[in-house]
C-alpha cells in the first residue's frame, strides 16, 4: 500500500519569502512523485512530476521539489512566493504496478501575505 | 496537447434525483480512467477506475451501486450518482493517460456537485 503525509495543513508566509512544503511518503514499490496545486474553486493543475533520474525536479512557476529516497521525502520549495502562489498543494504518489492511480496527501493551503 | 474535459462543471440537482457527469478523452483513446472525488476542505480519494467494455472497479467503502460507471467508448466514461443526497456533495475529478506516455497524468476540470 502507498500513502503520503504533507506535515503542514497550513503555511503562512510573506510575498518575496522562501517557502518549503513538505511531503513523506510510503511505498513498497518504486514510486513516482507530483505536486499538484489546486486554486479556489478550480481544478487540479500539474506542477512538477519526479518518475527517475535527477532528484532535483523543476516544475513550473518558479517551483523545484528533491526527491530523497532515504528520508522518503518530496519536499516542495520556490525561493520566493507571490501573491499569486495562495492556493491548495497536494502531493501525490503512484508507483510500479498500480497504473496511474494516484493516493493524495492531505493537502497544505500556502497563504502568501503582502 | 492532450485533454480531458469533464461536463458539467457545476450542477446542482435535489435530493433523491441522478446526475450524470462525462469524462472526454479529446483527442486519444483511454482504455482506462479514473474518478476521485474531493469533499469540501479534504484532500483528492480515487474513487473508482473505469475500464473500457468491462466493469469498473471500485475502492473500499465506494458503493458501486451508487456511483455507477459506464466506459462505454475509448473516449468517454460517465459517473451516475443515483439516489443523490446532500452528503454526495462533492467535486468529482476524472483522469487518463494517453497510450505510450507512461506517466503523464491529464486530469478533467472537475464537477462540482451540489444536492439540495
Known amino acids: 500500500a502507498q500513502s503520503v503525509t504533507q506535515l503542514d495543513s497550513q503555511v503562512p508566509v510573506f510575498e518575496e519569502a522562501p517557502v518549503e512544503l513538505r511531503c513523506n511518503y510510503s511505498s513498497s514499490v518504486s514510486v513516482y512523485l507530483f505536486w499538484y496545486v489546486q486554486y479556489p474553486n478550480q481544478g487540479l493543475q500539474l506542477l512538477l512530476k519526479y518518475l527517475s533520474g535527477s532528484t532535483l525536479v523543476k516544475g513550473i512557476n518558479g517551483f523545484e521539489a528533491e526527491f530523497n529516497k532515504s528520508q522518503t521525502s518530496f519536499h516542495l520549495r520556490k525561493p520566493s512566493v507571490h501573491i499569486s502562489d495562495t492556493a491548495e498543494y497536494f502531493c501525490a504518489v503512484s508507483g510500479a504496478g498500480y497504473g496511474n492511480k494516484l493516493v493524495f496527501g492531505a493537502g497544505t493551503i500556502l497563504r502568501v501575505k503582502s | 496537447g492532450a485533454v480531458v474535459s469533464q461536463h458539467p462543471s457545476r450542477v446542482i440537482c435535489k435530493s433523491g434525483t441522478s446526475v450524470k457527469i462525462e469524462c472526454r478523452s479529446l483527442?486519444?483513446?483511454?482504455?482506462?480512467m479514473f474518478w476521485y472525488r474531493q469533499f469540501p476542505k479534504q484532500s483528492l480519494m480515487l474513487m473508482a477506475t473505469s475500464n473500457e467494455g468491462s466493469k469498473a472497479t471500485y475502492e473500499q467503502g465506494v458503493e458501486k451501486d451508487k456511483f455507477l460507471i459506464n466506459h462505454a467508448s475509448l473516449t468517454l466514461s460517465t459517473l451516475t450518482v443515483t439516489s443523490a443526497h446532500p452528503e454526495d456533495s462533492s467535486f468529482y475529478i476524472c483522469s487518463a493517460t494517453p497510450p505510450g506516455q507512461g506517466n503523464t497524468i491529464y486530469f478533467g476540470e472537475g464537477s462540482w456537485l451540489t444536492v439540495v
Open positions: 483527442d486519444f483513446q483511454a482504455t482506462t
